[in-house]
């Protein structure tokens, strides 16, 4: 049966004149997902910061919880009330909420990103458990940049947040 998991997308507005057409820009907070599968790889291999809620969590308090525990970071004070993005499926079926929230241009200092750590089996069928970070790093990325790495159905929460920005 697939899985739920909750997610936080923060963004920060890019300094005054830094958008392609020197407009004031928008950057998202993408995390790359950890361990050896996932080391060599960069398109496809960066998420939302999310998780799976615990049992009886509501989603968005799940959002926060999973954010701040895959950063590694308390989650900085929104600026704005957080945003809705909705929902996207997976490939695999896996069901994604995520919101997303404004922080200040220097909030989250992503060379301070730790996140906590999960146990795989790897090399695959080995039978062998090691325990990998659950993101190794993190990083601000414009929209098309975005878009070009993470992992393809949140692509869409990019282009949810830029309408609800525009609108």
């Given at each position: 049966?697939?899985?739920?998991?909750?997610?936080?997308?923060?963004?920060?507005?890019?300094?005054?004149?830094?958008?392609?057409?020197?407009?004031?820009?928008?950057?998202?907070?993408l995390?790359?997902?950890?361990?050896?599968?996932?080391?060599?790889?960069?398109?496809g291999?960066?998420?939302?910061?999310?998780g799976?809620?615990?049992?009886?969590?509501?989603?968005?308090?799940?959002?926060?919880?999973?954010a701040?525990?895959?950063l590694?970071?308390p989650?900085?004070?929104?600026?704005?009330?957080?945003?809705?993005?909705?929902?996207?499926?997976?490939?695999?079926?896996?069901?994604?909420?995520?919101?997303a929230?404004?922080?200040?241009?220097?909030?989250?200092d992503?060379?301070?990103?730790?996140?906590?750590?999960?146990?795989?089996?790897?090399?695959?069928?080995?039978g062998?458990?090691?325990e990998?970070?659950?993101?190794?790093?993190?990083?601000?990325?414009?929209p098309?940049?975005?878009?070009?790495?993470?992992?393809?159905?949140?692509?869409?929460?990019?282009?949810?947040?830029?309408?609800?920005?525009?609108?």
């Amino acid at each position: 049966m697939p899985t739920t998991s909750a997610g936080l997308l923060l963004y920060r507005r890019a300094p005054e004149g830094s958008g392609p057409r020197g407009e004031t820009g928008v950057e998202v907070l993408l995390a790359h997902m950890g361990g050896p599968f996932w080391a060599r790889k960069d398109a496809g291999a960066w998420t939302v910061p999310k998780g799976e809620p615990e049992p009886g969590e509501e989603p968005y308090a799940a959002a926060l919880r999973e954010a701040a525990e895959e950063l590694g970071l308390p989650l900085p004070a929104p600026r704005r009330p957080d945003l809705d993005l909705g929902e996207v499926r997976q490939r695999a079926g896996k069901r994604v909420l995520v919101w997303a929230r404004e922080v200040a241009p220097d909030a989250v200092d992503v060379g301070a990103v730790r996140s906590n750590t999960v146990e795989v089996e790897w090399p695959p069928r080995s039978g062998r458990r090691i325990e990998v970070p659950e993101v190794d790093r993190a990083a601000w990325f414009a929209p098309d940049a975005a878009r070009a790495v993470v992992v393809s159905a949140q692509a869409a929460f990019v282009d949810r947040l830029l309408e609800a920005l525009d609108g």
